[in-house]
């Protein structure tokens, strides 16, 4: 099986494995790495073949037409997800957290309030503060163990100084795949409080058996005028190095607004990046995510069975993403001790969750996309560093 094979990336100069050490104190020859969300397995054949043919031709200019690259974005989003898009609402971003820095700078000003359902994608904090946008925590509830939307809370913290909401969907870290009536219910809360919805779909492949992403348009229409979805291949594909992200916007005057924003910033197109996505939204593309869903689904089970084994830890039930989302509340220890037999006991680097902002402080992120031989070392030692629960 192709996602069993370990394959070392160490000394690739790669974030996940190489910065490991750097950040949480947990050595890339012991330890295992499961914080930033790439994964440790290669992308379909499609993909690797058209970087190969690329460097056997030896000659890395400026891309041309790109109808081929759009095309393909078209026929995935029909195809995989029934939304029929033209090809010219479609912009090429350096990666989404790009897209959602040039939605920032187009449509808010500095000062706006924009509104996260929190815990959330630590990267829009990031972006947010740089960019002087006061950022509006509207803290996720949470129903049965599964995170949910509490409308009357977040009305009433409503200031009128809010001018955009960024949805995550599926939700990282909650991994929740919010349901067409949930997406409504933001869309009219968008609509109540005059917000630009940016609706980061990035994990919108990384779905379940069982469970069907929405991309938003197609839950509520009627908000396309305030409405800007982002999706891309680099999540899907293990391609996140070619930092390439598709920002859509079907509304001709937000797009016209996007659009002499991104002229002005001079952005144009990675090469490599829109040849790595143009081969891998293909029918081949379509079926390796299909087998990958499969097997994440085993890892995830693996994972869960052994984290819930665990008195007082409980990982989140995931609908989409490979992210476990663990809370360690009920262990009654200090979030320095939990870190402490993560990273120096378990030898394991999880994300913090804290960086994902209010309703994180308990917890941590472990991305399990991994073989499954290296998920049950992992478990196997995080089992033994809280053996001591009872
Ligand atoms: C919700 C979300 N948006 C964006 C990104 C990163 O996007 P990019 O690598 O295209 O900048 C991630 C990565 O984990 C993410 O989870």
Partial sequence: MQFDEVINRYGTRSSKWDDMEKKYGVSAKDGISMWVADMDFRPPECVQNVVRQMAEHGIFGYHGNDSAYLNSISWWMQNRHNWSIDPSWI??????????????????????????????????????????????????????????????????????????????????????????????????????????????????????????????PLADDSVSERLIVMSATTKTFNIAGSHVGNVIIPDSTLRAKFKKRMAALGMSPNYFGLMMAAA?????????????????????????????????????????TYLAWVDFSGTGMSPEEIKRRVQQEAQVAANHGETFGQGGEAFLRFNFAMPRSQVQTAVDRLSQAFGDLQ
């Fill in 91 to 216: 912009f090429t971003t350096h990666g989404l957290v790009n897209g959602t820095a040039i939605c920032v700078d187009t449509f808010t000003e500095p000062g706006d309030g924009v509104v996260l359902f929190t815990p959330i994608y630590h990267s829009f904090f990031r972006v947010l503060s740089a960019s002087d946008r006061p950022v509006v925590q509207c803290p996720l509830a949470v129903e049965n163990g599964r995170y949910t939307l509490d409308f009357d809370r977040y009305d009433a913290m409503m200031t009128g100084r809010e001018k955009m909401l960024i949805l995550s969907s599926p939700h990282n870290p909650g991994g929740r795949v919010w349901t067409p009536d949930e997406l409504r219910a933001i869309g009219e809360f968008a609509r109540r409080h005059d917000l630009i919805i940016v609706s980061d779909e990035i994990h919108h492949d990384l779905v379940y058996p069982g469970q069907k992403h929405t991309v938003f």
């Fill in 280 to 320: 891998a939204y293909s029918p081949e593309g379509g079926a390796w995510v299909d087998g990958l869903m499969a097997y994440l689904e085993g890892n995830r089970q693996l994972f869960d069975a052994a984290i819930n084994a665990l008195p007082g830890i409980k990982s989140t039930p995931l609908e989409a």
